[in-house]
């Protein structure tokens, strides 16, 4: 069956550190993938997007990977504070599917502490 | 001021009633999308429409209906025969042509029925 899923529910980390946040993926072949952040009771609101055949994408502190051999993206905040703490949504778009509907993971709750 | 509304921000209906969720984009975006999420779950798509009066059914549009009679609205009708119209729902936008996907969210509605 096809899903999309980040591994971990919640992450707790101390603020200054890097948080790494998985998102795997079986049986799609996405054309990109894209990542949102949510805060509680608000709408998700877009952050990073991947192709699928770029490795690596960086917009400030943020940095996303994307391996379509290992099926899985990364994303990466540096230097982390407690400002960056959300739920992030990984969603992909399979291909010859664009402009269509995102498919969406669970979500990872990030907890940044000072 | 661009972007998406959704009102009103909280709705409380009686089972059994129908209830309209309203959604307007001034973004000029030709797709719109509807999403229900629940606690622990993913955003699940309940429809989209890529271009006026034509919409189409998304992974668990059993009890809901729309229309898109103009570019810039998507009501959400969610009818008595919902079995769990409980839920943050959320509307989305994006551009078609040209786009890789990244969606507009709007703050969402949260409805309860008792």
């Known amino acids: 069956s096809q899903k999309i899923e980040q591994n971990s529910e919640a992450l707790n980390i101390q603020e200054g550190k890097t948080a790494t946040l998985t998102c795997n993926y079986t049986?799609?072949?996405?054309?990109?993938l894209q990542w949102y952040r949510q805060d509680p009771g608000r709408g998700p609101v877009f952050l990073l997007l991947?192709?699928?055949?770029?490795k690596e994408k960086r917009k400030e502190r943020l940095k996303v990977t994307f391996d379509t051999t290992l099926k899985q993206s990364l994303f990466h905040i540096t230097a982390s504070q407690p400002a960056d703490s959300a739920t992030y949504l990984c969603?992909?778009?399979?291909?010859?599917?664009?402009?269509?509907?995102?498919?969406f993971g669970k979500g990872t709750t990030l907890s940044v502490s000072s | 001021d661009g972007g998406i509304t959704q009102s009103p921000k909280y709705l409380f209906r009686k089972e059994g009633q129908n209830v309209t969720l309203s959604c307007e984009q001034n973004?000029?975006?030709?797709?719109m999308y509807w999403y229900r999420q629940d606690p622990g779950q993913g955003l699940r798509l309940i429809y989209y429409?890529?271009?006026?009066?034509?919409?189409q059914k998304g992974d668990i549009a059993e009890g809901y209906s729309v229309s898109r009679e103009k570019k810039e609205s998507f009501p959400l009708t969610v009818t008595s025969a919902q079995k769990n119209p409980t839920a943050f729902y959320l509307c989305?936008?994006?551009?078609?042509?040209?786009?890789?996907?990244?969606?507009?969210f709007g703050p969402g509605t949260r409805l309860t029925v008792t």
């Open positions: 989305a936008s994006s551009m078609t042509s040209g786009n890789l996907g990244e969606q507009y």
């Open positions: 991947i192709r699928e055949n770029e």
């Open positions: 973004l000029n975006h030709d797709a």
């Open positions: 969603a992909l778009t399979p291909k010859n599917q664009a402009g269509t509907a995102l498919i």
């Open positions: 049986n799609y072949s996405p054309a990109y």
């Open positions: 429409s890529q271009i006026v009066n034509d919409f």
